[in-house]
DNA sequence: GGGGTGACGCGTC
DNA sequence: CGACGCGCCACCC
């Protein structure tokens, strides 16, 4: 029933899609969205994240594979801590998109 | 209606 | 290899 015509619904609607185990960049979340270029605007759409328990925003990551510097819940710290306990290496504060960023196609 | 901001992306120096 | 600047779009005042 919502018809989610917030570009940050969208936003979120993508976000909560990112299956446990794998990690989205937010170009990524912007192209699934609906336009690539609202990287920036994903990352304020996380930052006002009004679900943090519902929108694993610790789970998008830039395009390096890096954790937010300034992630909202405790430094990006927490970021690599909340990604580990999903089974996600973070070694440097880095994730392996190679193996861990979110593929649609299963497989 | 205009201006400033931001958890980005990419190119270039 | 690192650092810098620009562009892009949406939201808030």
């Known amino acids: 029933m919502e018809h ?3 570009t940050f619904e ?3 609607e993508v976000v909560r ?10 170009g990524q979340i912007a ?5 690539k270029r609202w990287s920036r605007v994903v990352g304020f759409a996380l930052h006002v994240n009004p679900d943090p328990e519902g929108i694993p925003c ?7 594979g890096e954790v937010s510097a ?8 927490r970021q690599i801590e909340l ?4 089974g996600i ?7 392996d998109l190679s193996k861990y960023q979110w593929r649609k196609r299963a497989f």
């Open 4 to 6: 989610t015509e917030n």
């Open 17 to 26: 899609q990112i299956p446990k185990g794998t990690v989205a960049t937010y």
């Open 31 to 35: 192209a699934l969205a609906g336009n």
């Open 70 to 77: 300034a992630f909202a819940f405790g430094g990006g710290n």
């Open 10 to 12: 969208r936003i979120y």
């Open 83 to 86: 990604l580990e306990e999903d």
């Open 89 to 95: 290496p973070c070694p440097g504060g880095r994730v």
């Open 58 to 64: 610790y789970r998008v990551v830039n395009r390096l």
